[in-house]
């Protein structure tokens, strides 16, 4: 099975920019598509970003879709998420998540098997 490790969190200002990386280890991430997930605190995990096994197909949330872009190297087994003009309401630890299965629908979390142990992003206004 594969093991994920995101990394590229921190604290930035209202405005700013962070890329999170996905590394994945034990399994090639061709064989998965990848999402990306945030939980706030008390809050539930939802839906960030979806991409496709081959990184042609995308899909946002609607409160990131133009300020964020996923992405992935299969070579490097790496995904990504550019995060552009981060707003404090960002704040969240951000999840990415692997599904080989099709396990379930790709903006729920019930679609993903495998996941990382998150890294925590602060924006400040």
């Known amino acids: 099975q594969v093991q994920l490790e995101e990394s590229g969190g921190g604290l930035v200002q209202d405005g700013d920019s962070l890329r999170l990386s996905c590394a994945a280890s034990g399994r090639t991430i061709s064989e998965y598509r990848m999402g990306w997930f945030r939980q706030a605190p008390g809050k539930e995990r939802v839906f960030v970003a979806h991409?496709?096994?081959?990184?042609?197909?995308?899909y946002y949330a609607d409160s990131v879709r133009g300020r964020f872009t996923i992405s992935r190297d299969n070579d490097k087994n790496t995904a990504y998420l550019q995060m552009n003009s981060l707003k404090p309401e960002d704040t969240a630890v951000y999840y990415c998540a692997a599904d080989r299965d099709y396990n379930g629908p790709y903006y729920t979390p019930l679609g993903y098997d495998f996941w990382g142990q998150g890294t925590q992003v602060t924006v400040s206004s």
């Open positions: 991409i496709s096994r081959s990184g042609v197909a995308t």
